[in-house]
T-cell receptor, first 112, second 115 residues
Framework: GQNIDQPTEMTATEGAIVQINCTYQ??????LFWYQQHAGEAPTFLSY????GLEEKGRFSSFLSRSKGYSYLLLKELQMKDSASYLC?????????????FGGGTRLMVKP | GAGVSQSPSNKVTEKGKDVELRCDPI?????LYWYRQSLGQGLEFLIY????????KSGLPSDRFSAERTGGSVSTLTIQRTQQEDSAVYLC?????????????FGPGTRLTVL
C-alpha cells in the first residue's frame, strides 16, 4: 500500500509564497497529483509529476523527487481565493487503473 | 455534459434505510471511480470501473456497499442498511483512459447524512 503525509494546516499572508510538502512511501510509483479543494466543493486538478523536477503552471509549481519520495506544491503571489485544502495523491502501478491514494490534505489559510 | 455530475447533492436518511447515489461521468470517459471523504479527512477509494471489465471493489468497506455502471456510462452507488458512520461526502471521478498521465476529474459530490 501507500503512505502519504502532508501537514494538516498552514497559514500564509496575501502576496507571499508558500510551500506545501508531501512525502510518500509506495512501490510501483506512477505519478503524483496535486488537487485543490475549496470547502464544500469537489477537488480540482492542479498539477501532475511523474519525472523528477519542477513543473510550473502560472502561480503554481510542483516539484518531485522520486528517490526521496518527496513532492512540494509552491504557490506564489498568494491571493485570498487560494485559501483551500491542497490534496497530494499518488498513483501506483499496482493500484486499480488510475486509482489515486490521497493524503489527508493541507488546509491553507491566506490572511490579508 | 461538460463535467462530472452527481445526484442528489445532499441526502439525509435514517439509520437502516437504503440509499442510491448517482454519477454521470464526462462523456467518452471510460474509467469511473467512487471515493468517500469523511469530515476533515482525505479521500478514500471505494470502487473503480474501466470500460466493460469487472469492477475493482477492493475499497468497499463492507458488503452493504455495492455499485453498478450501466452501459459504460452512468454509475449508481448503493448503500444498504445505512449506519451513522456512513455519513460522508461521496465523490465520483472519471478519466479518459487508464493510461499514464491521465487525470481524474471529480464531480461535486453527494453529502450523505445518516441520522
Amino acid at each position: 500500500g501507500q503512505n502519504i503525509d502532508q501537514p494538516t494546516e498552514m497559514t500564509a499572508t496575501e502576496g507571499a509564497i508558500v510551500q506545501i510538502n508531501c512525502t510518500y512511501q509506495t512501490s510501483g510509483f506512477n505519478g503524483l497529483f496535486w488537487y485543490q479543494q475549496h470547502a464544500g466543493e469537489a477537488p480540482t486538478f492542479l498539477s501532475y509529476n511523474v519525472l523528477d523536477g519542477l513543473e510550473e503552471k502560472g502561480r503554481f509549481s510542483s516539484f518531485l523527487s522520486r528517490s526521496k519520495g518527496y513532492s512540494y506544491l509552491l504557490l506564489k503571489e498568494l491571493q485570498m481565493k487560494d485559501s483551500a485544502s491542497y490534496l497530494c495523491a499518488v498513483r501506483a502501478f499496482n493500484n486499480a487503473g488510475n486509482m489515486l491514494t490521497f493524503g489527508g490534505g493541507t488546509r491553507l489559510m491566506v490572511k490579508p | 455534459g461538460a463535467g462530472v455530475s452527481q445526484s442528489p447533492s445532499n441526502k439525509v436518511t435514517e439509520k437502516g434505510k437504503d440509499v442510491e447515489l448517482r454519477c454521470d461521468p464526462i462523456s467518452g470517459h471510460t474509467a469511473l471511480y467512487w471515493y468517500r471523504q469523511s469530515l476533515g479527512q482525505g479521500l478514500e477509494f471505494l470502487i473503480y470501473f474501466q470500460g466493460n471489465s469487472a469492477p475493482d471493489k477492493s475499497g468497499l468497506p463492507s458488503d452493504r456497499f455495492s455499485a453498478e455502471r450501466t452501459g459504460g456510462s452512468v454509475s449508481t452507488l448503493t448503500i444498504q442498511r445505512t449506519q451513522q458512520e456512513d455519513s460522508a461526502v461521496y465523490l465520483c471521478a472519471s478519466s479518459g483512459t487508464s493510461g499514464i498521465g491521465d487525470t481524474q476529474y471529480f464531480g461535486p459530490g453527494t453529502r450523505l447524512t445518516v441520522l
